[in-house]
């Protein structure tokens, strides 16, 4: 049963605590706002912030899971925090480890300071959590997919298009990389898991993953200079750095350009075209 008065308590206070820098915001010149403004929190929640305000009022209507999730993420909610969450709206709260996608507010912190950079948070399958707007406009948009397809892996060897922004003499190793990295996981995480599940339906659709599944190889690494080829500013390489959240198993990849490389003037201009066509 939902807590109205505790949660609308709950959100106000984790409100407040949390400044516009907290959460990549600027801090306007005239603030007087203690912490977050309702209209903040209702953005970085993907929800009106009539809807918001009910909720903190405690007139609100009963809030969905989904809607309990996008709340807890955009208030930067650790994992104790989004378990209460859940349960003063009314709901068993998720399952954590690598099945979560729920961000930590670290990770997050990090990610919402690299609005110019290509940046992006993914789970141990590939699935894309959150990008940057220079993470978009480089590979696509990928975080708001559904269902398998969500998997980078999946889609490489189900999809012509996920192979696009990358040179075709790369395209070899880098499948190798992901099949690699799948069959990897399965030993890890079990028969029954996501990620075997993930496998079977790759095999029962992909020759290629079949063929290259077949050779049971493991410990293949991608490249350390990742090449782009974007339809716009032409050829990148770029460097990826990587840092992991081990409870989550999330990991936020960080693609940089060597300091007055052609790359990195490429990497500047893209970060003002967006995904724009020049033409």
Request: with cysteine.
């Amino acid at each position: 049963m939902i807590d109205r008065e505790g949660l609308a308590e709950f959100l106000r206070r984790r409100r407040e605590s949390l400044q516009p820098e907290d959460v990549g915001l600027t801090r306007g010149p005239r603030r007087r706002t203690d912490g977050l403004r309702r209209e903040e929190v209702a953005v970085l929640c993907h929800m009106s912030t009539d809807y918001y305000a009910r909720l903190e009022r405690g007139t609100g209507p009963h809030p969905s899971e989904q809607m309990t999730a996008a709340i807890a993420q955009g208030l930067h909610l650790s994992l104790a925090e989004r378990d209460h969450l859940f349960r003063l709206a009314g709901h068993h709260p998720p399952a954590r480890g690598v099945s979560s996608e729920h961000i930590s507010p670290g990770l997050l912190r990090i990610f919402d300071r690299l609005a110019d950079t290509p940046a992006e948070i993914v789970t141990e399958v590939g699935e894309t959590l959150r990008q940057t707007p220079v993470g978009i406009a480089l590979t696509g948009p990928a975080s708001q997919r559904e269902g398998p397809e969500r998997s980078i892996g999946y889609r490489w060897f189900t999809d012509p298009s996920a192979r696009a922004p990358y040179p075709a003499d790369e395209q070899e190793v880098l499948s190798r990389v992901y099949a690699s990295g799948l069959r990897e996981l399965v030993a890890v995480r079990g028969p029954e898991s996501r990620v075997a599940h993930l496998a079977d339906l790759l095999l029962a659709r992909s020759d290629d993953f079949r063929r290259l599944w077949a050779t049971h190889e493991v410990g293949v690494r991608p490249p350390e200079i990742k090449r782009f080829v974007h339809p716009e500013v032409g050829a990148l390489e770029l460097s990826c750095q990587t840092l992991l959240d081990p409870d989550q198993s999330h990991r936020l990849l960080v693609y940089t350009a060597e300091p007055g490389s052609e790359s990195h003037n490429k990497l500047r201009l893209l970060a003002v075209i967006g995904t724009q066509t020049l033409a």
